[in-house]
């Protein structure tokens, strides 16, 4: 019998099944092209982030499939937010290991795109194509979202100005708090928390809530950004250096969730880990005096809890004070080396 | 001491020591940034494509580290050559192990980053940002290449007509012959191959050839293409199923290397694995009988070899024929599920 090769393969019906769903966009040819074809805007630039996650690294092999893929596109999304950029789509690279039959779990891939394509609506940012690979090795999904930003606006690092307001959004640490008590679930009694506050530190690990919502009032009115991805020491130093300034910050005044402030109150390490551990995924930015008004009733109109803990100096270093006394980290941010 | 937490972390370290001095671009931002940006050529689409390699899966791990990068970014320039499109940029995520210290082997990496800079200037398609983790699985290297076409005019898939002759680029199933002499060296000498021949197959496994010389060519003439990397016999039912269309190949005029043949001759199976292996990055085309002459005339001169082994005909189904006779396929394509 003459085979006809007509077939599509497994991998290609993995593609078709699964992937091609969230494929809405025109120029995703349903994924049954070699590459994607997009129309960037008129006048805009693309900016252009990859970031991944990796099982046992960046999210537990036990998380809920549905938020694996969500954390690894929020992820981006935060970039994107931070510059500036409305997202235009995403392109994925999924390596899945086989079962012990050889086989991909496909209960866990069917949650984790339903996941994913739950935030490709969200976020209007479409699924564009993506590699599918079987690995040796831990579940890993590498995504690149591409974003537009009018000619020469993206909000960069390298821009704060000496006089600078320095503001974040949303709360800090409450990831870093949270991934601990995955790690050491005695915290939970240490730190005095409630199952409402357990629940909402281990949520904010498990699924980052990236602030594109205000991506619009960051472009306008921000002089530099990023997003709090390797925590607020190490990632204000980040700036600095970039921007050839200093930062002075008011440690007190640093936004913190309720079950942050009591795991703090209680033990005053959780203080630093909530500073220097990394997946806040809000946005740092610095704004000039005059526009923080302004940038504070955008946020206020979006929803978006802004606050401002300290400013842009002249020379380098950042230092945290905490009633006026300088603060010491024994590890100011999160390095995957 | 305070800590002033302005040093670099180990992770900005070795992306400022390995990876910034292939990021060219301006728009790459020294890779200091959060992100790229990139002013996309007026009037043009955008082409976007992800592919990778993991160790052990899409390269040997003894494989020399300058080759790996350089495959995964060629696998990647393949697929622009194949739509047409002008390579832009690209960026990329790594995942290392840590050797038995808990270290990165940097000698590994350096000797990596000096091959994937070298085919960044030859292909001028600079590094534009990355993500660097640390895993507990095999190198993995993921990369998203950017090209540009003018707007509308991504060469496809499904576009083949009835009528249309079939060509390829270069010789195919080099790749895959080489890759079985990996696992089996004896085959060498089943194969009678001669040094000279073996170390040819060899390196079309280790480092691809893809013809972005000609994708001006292929865009201008055309009508449907895709780059073969699954093997000749699954893509190209890949590309019928696509367009609708059936195949016709005189299995004959399949262009092989000197290698190629020699393995053939002494083996009717190598046949097979010749056209079903993967890995050739070679582009197959269909193209209108009267754009036949000045597309060969164009290859011509850029120095790539193209050869028509078939004509696209009305139904369905991609039929291999030698001396008239319908050839079978065991496995007609590489499916990694």
Known sequence: MNQMADEPSAEDRLIARYFAPLATHPGAFGLIDDAAAIAPPPGCDLVLKTDGVIAGVHFF???PPETVGRKALRMNLSDLAAKGAKPLGFIMSVALPANNDGKIDEVWLKAFVAGLGE???LFDCPLL???TDRTPGPI???ISAFGAVPHGAMVRRATAKAGDCIVVTGTIGDAALGVRLRYDTSLAQKWRLSEAMKAHLKA???LPQPRNIIADAVLKHASAAMDISDGLV???AKLCRASGVAAEI????IPLSEAARAAVAADPAAFEYALTGGDDYEILLTIAPDKLAAFGADAKKAGVAVTEIGRIAAGQGARFLR?????AFTRPSYSHF
Chains 1, 2 share one sequence.
């Open 140 to 142: 890993s999904v590498s």
């Open 234 to 236: 190490g990632d204000l």
């Open 129 to 131: 194509g993506g590699d």
């Open 323 to 327: 009633d006026g006394k300088p603060l």
């Open 204 to 206: 904010r690990y498990v």
């Open 119 to 121: 935030d490709a609506k």
């Open 250 to 253: 008011d440690a007190g005044r």
């Open 61 to 63: 092999a036990d998380d």
